[in-house]
């Protein structure tokens, strides 16, 4: 069984920084692309951030420059750095991860449960 666990969300006021991390474990032969998704109230889950397993990252307009994707492979890991937190950040945050179970399986992505973050003063 895959599992994706995130942790580090809570409340932050205005221009606070907040580190969000991912833990990928299970049954797992490889895994590739890991990235940060959102979903604020009443709005779609949105791209936050994503990293290749060769270390490239793509973020959304509007989190460049505040916010920082990165991986730890030999934890299995993803973190995503959010600074100069604006209260439009706020949102459930998940993680996801492509990945592959088996030397000859398919790739499939699998969804982290999410972590709230708040952003008021």
């Known amino acids: 069984q895959v599992q994706l666990v995130e942790s580090g969300g809570g409340l932050v006021q205005p221009g606070g920084s907040l580190r969000l991390s991912c833990v990928l474990s299970g049954s797992i032969f490889n895994f590739y692309t890991m990235g940060w998704y959102r979903q604020a109230p009443g709005k779609q889950r949105e791209l936050v951030a994503d990293i290749t397993n060769n270390g490239s990252t793509n973020y959304a307009d509007s989190v460049k420059g505040r916010f920082t994707i990165s991986r730890h492979d030999a934890k299995n890991t993803v973190y995503l750095q959010m600074n100069s937190l604006k209260h439009e950040d706020t949102a459930v945050y998940y993680c996801?991860?492509?990945?592959?179970?088996?030397?000859?399986?398919?790739?499939?992505?699998?969804w982290g449960q999410g972590t709230l973050v708040a952003v008021s003063s």
């Open positions: 996801n991860a492509d990945l592959r179970r088996r030397i000859s399986g398919p790739r499939a992505t699998f």
